[in-house]
């Protein structure tokens, strides 16, 4: 991307806080919302409409493979999902923002998020401790980010949910 592009969003989940990131998002210079997803069609075009322009649709998947982003935002409150969706959306080469549903939530719908992202994140590891660019782990022809803005990533990724979870204070095993 160079510098006079705006970033690309994409955003799945069009309740509250998905309405909330529409605004946020239109309303942010060199940031623009390219499509909204949500299994409800009323309200993935009602959230869209927040940024004119923005596509609209039913299916989080279609839209990745048909519309590439720079980032993805996962704004649906459901665990399984939201696992699913930010798995698609980093293959596709887009980062990923997850708005806290799978970090607050807890228990086996946790557990089975932990295991699916903590499994992608270690599998994409180097033997030096550095990671893998998105052309490297899955052959796409992306921008690829240098090896310390990687590993820096995703080291965040996994030490801020280790640390402090959960975020409601309730009590994990």
Not at 29 to 46: C, I, Q, R, Y
Not at 71 to 82: K, L, R
């Amino acid at each position: 991307m160079n510098s006079s592009s705006a970033i690309k969003v994409g955003l799945v989940g069009a309740g509250c806080m998905g309405r909330g990131i529409a605004f946020q998002v239109n309303s942010t210079p060199g940031m623009s919302l390219s499509w909204v997803a949500d299994l409800d069609p009323a309200a993935a075009s009602e959230t869209a409409a927040l940024a004119p322009g923005a596509q609209h649709h039913t299916d989080c998947h279609h839209l990745l493979k048909n519309d590439p982003i720079d980032v993805f935002v996962e704004a649906t409150n459901s665990i399984g999902p939201a696992a699913e969706y930010c798995l698609a959306a980093i293959h596709s080469g887009a980062h990923c923002v997850l708005m806290n549903a799978e970090v607050d939530h807890g228990g086996k719908e946790w557990e089975s998020y932990n295991k699916l992202f903590r499994d992608q994140v270690l599998n994409n590891q180097n033997k030096d401790g550095t990671y893998k660019s998105v052309t490297e782990s899955h052959g796409l022809n992306k921008v690829s980010f240098s090896e310390h803005y990687r590993t820096c990533l995703a080291t965040l990724m996994l030490e801020t949910y280790y640390r402090f979870l959960p975020g409601t204070g309730a009590k994990t095993n």
